[in-house]
């Protein structure tokens, strides 16, 4: 007899397309009549624009000749960021696929971001060890050029050395993750073992916290604004959520500073996504294949998903909460319902063993 207690089960959505691992997903703001987006980078160096709700495919943004490492969306979905190995960093439309601007560096890139409600500027890093601001409303806009095409945009490239740099030698080692806090003066990093938050109107570190161990993964967890609220993890603002060694770390506030919770697991955590308002959060382990869903407040396991077969390297929730997805180095993506009823593509929902 089923456990009463037990989460209903929902078969996950699996997206295929992708041909090598995938390091990376996120998705967009909640836009008009709850419509959102997925983004998904690629070693295959092919980032996917996705429905979010649904993640059926819209496009393949073509361009980049190396692994791209990270993938976000602006804040109001009309462009895309990709950090790549092949030293860019690049802006595409989303409605066109068009590649708008080409950020040079002269090293891999691993990490990219907005701020977290303006889409005309970008912060990067990677192996050059160097975390950068570009300010893309002061650059040339693309297409201006002349073009024996008129169909066709030319894209704006960009150097290093307009970008504005941000704590110039700090950092030791490559920066993996970027953070802009609901606070636009600030920015964290995350990089090896250390997570460091920066003062934009100085460009200098103010802070610095060494985790147990590398850093796997470091996202700012939010709900759209219609769906969140003061009883939520975080008192209705976005969570900072942190991968490293066996542990779980959660910050909170404007800055993102503030110290919610640590949560010591049993095994290795690969990644970690945050269910703000289901108080439970969910990890992709590590060794293994398998992403484990635990309670917030008691930190109970509520639940193991089964499906990927490498190991989950990002984890993301829709801005509504009412899924998240996974993405792994098997090269898939799976959508994992979280609500009840009909949503996207579950009709009521057939559950994973067959009795509904």
């Known amino acids: 007899m089923a456990d009463a207690t037990a989460p209903r089960q929902y078969v996950p959505l699996t997206c295929h397309g992708h041909s090598r691992p995938v390091p990376h997903l996120s998705f967009s703001p ?13 070693k295959d160096g092919n980032p996917m624009l996705r429905d979010g709700q649904t993640g059926d495919w819209i496009g393949t943004f073509l361009g980049h000749k190396g692994a791209v490492w990270q993938a976000r969306l602006s804040p109001d979905a009309t462009t895309a960021a990709t950090a790549s190995a092949d030293f860019t960093a690049k802006i595409w439309d989303t409605h066109t696929g068009e590649l708008l601007y080409v950020l ?14 303006q889409s005309g500027m970008i912060a990067t890093g990677g192996f050059e ?47 993996k993750f970027i953070v802009w806090a609901k606070d636009p003066r600030v920015i964290i990093t995350a990089s090896g073992d250390t997570l460091r938050w920066f003062d934009l109107p100085t460009r200098r570190c103010v802070r610095e916290v060494r985790l147990e161990g590398e850093i796997k993964s470091c996202e700012l967890v939010s709900l759209a604004s219609t769906h969140s609220a003061p009883t939520d993890i975080g008192g209705g603002l976005p969570v900072l959520a942190v991968a490293a060694g066996k542990t779980a770390y959660f910050w909170g506030g404007l800055r993102a500073e503030d110290e919610l919770k640590q949560i010591k697991l049993p095994h290795g955590i690969a990644s970690v996504g945050l269910d703000l308002k289901g108080r439970k959060f969910v990890v992709g382990e590590e060794p293994g294949t ?11 396991e509520l639940d193991v998903h089964k499906g990927h077969h490498g190991p989950i390297w990002s984890i993301a929730f829709s801005p509504d909460g009412n899924l998240y997805a996974t993405g792994s180095e098997d090269g898939t993506i799976k959508m994992w319902k979280n609500c009840e009823g009909f949503y996207g593509l579950w ?10």
């Open 30 to 42: 909640l836009e008009k009549e709850d419509v959102y987006y997925m983004i998904s980078a690629c």
């Open 104 to 117: 040079q560096h002269d090293h891999i890139v691993r990490a990219i971001a907005y701020p977290y409600d």
């Open 129 to 175: 060890k160097k975390l950068r601001i570009f300010d893309l409303q002061d650059q040339q806009p693309p297409g201006e050029q002349s073009s024996a095409n008129s169909n066709v945009v030319n894209p704006t490239t960009v150097e290093a050395s307009r970008a504005f740099e941000i704590g110039e030698g700090v950092h030791k080692e490559a920066i």
């Open 290 to 300: 398998w992403a484990r869903v635990y309670s917030w407040d008691d930190t109970k």
């Open 347 to 356: 009709r009521g929902g057939v559950s994973v063993n067959g009795t509904d």
